[in-house]
Structures are given as structure tokens and as C-alpha cells.
Nanobody, 122 residues
Framework: QVQLVESGGGLVQAGGSLRLSCAAS????????MGWFRQAPGKERDIVAA????????YYADSVKGRFAISRDNAKKMVYLQMNSLKPEDTAVYYC???????????????WGQGTQVTVSS
């Protein structure tokens, strides 16, 4: 079992930056791949970025490539999403998720946080 708690969301102007954090509990955190997803009102929950258990593999959605960076610190049981050059279309609830395999599909992830709101004003 892995419990996840996101933080770091908020209101930011377009062009600004935010760093989201995801704190995990559970003894086997380092064995899990992690993903960040987002869901805007009326839309599906889509993947933003994913990182393998050791950070060796990463994935980014095309919409965030070059602007967002995912990282993890297994010793601290933390996953981060650095978001730069934010756009109004990045507005969504952001969720972190964990799975035993490096996955892109949200349907594969077993454990989810409660989400944190990111609002980007124009």
C-alpha cells in the first residue's frame, strides 16, 4: 500500500512557475513508478508526466514537454513536478499516482492522491 498526498498547488499568472510535491508513505515507495496526472472540469484525467522507480526513465505529455520536469527523491519518499512557463490551459486538479510498473495509462495506476488545484490566470 502507498498513500499519497499532493501539495504546492495554487493560483499563478501565465508565464509563472509552481512546484508540486507528492509525499508518499509506505515501506516500498522506491519500488513504484510515479505519475502526475491532471483533470480539468468536464475533461478526462490525462497523464502529464511519469518517472520510473529509479528515475532512469521519464515520460512527458507533448503539451508540457520543455516546460515541466518530474523528479523523485526515494530517500525522502517524495515526487516533484516543476512547472514553468505556465499557461491558462494548464489549469486543472493535479494528481500524483503510483504503480509497480512504468505506465502511461491512468487505468494502470493503483494508488492516487487527493489532488491539488492549479489555476493559471491570463
Amino acid at each position: 500500500q502507498v498513500q499519497l498526498v499532493e501539495s504546492g498547488g495554487g493560483l499563478v499568472q501565465a508565464g509563472g512557475s509552481l512546484r508540486l510535491s507528492c509525499a508518499a508513505s509506505g515501506r516500498t515507495f522506491s519500488g513504484y513508478a510515479m505519475g502526475w496526472f491532471r483533470q480539468a472540469p468536464g475533461k478526462e484525467r490525462d497523464i502529464v508526466a511519469a518517472i520510473s522507480w529509479n528515475g532512469g526513465n521519464t515520460y512527458y505529455a507533448d503539451s508540457v514537454k520543455g516546460r515541466f520536469a518530474i523528479s523523485r527523491d526515494n530517500a525522502k519518499k517524495m515526487v516533484y513536478l516543476q512547472m514553468n512557463s505556465l499557461k491558462p490551459e494548464d489549469t486543472a486538479v493535479y494528481y500524483c499516482a503510483a504503480d509497480q510498473h512504468f505506465e502511461i495509462s491512468r487505468l494502470r495506476y493503483d494508488f492516487w492522491g487527493q489532488g491539488t488545484q492549479v489555476t493559471v490566470s491570463s
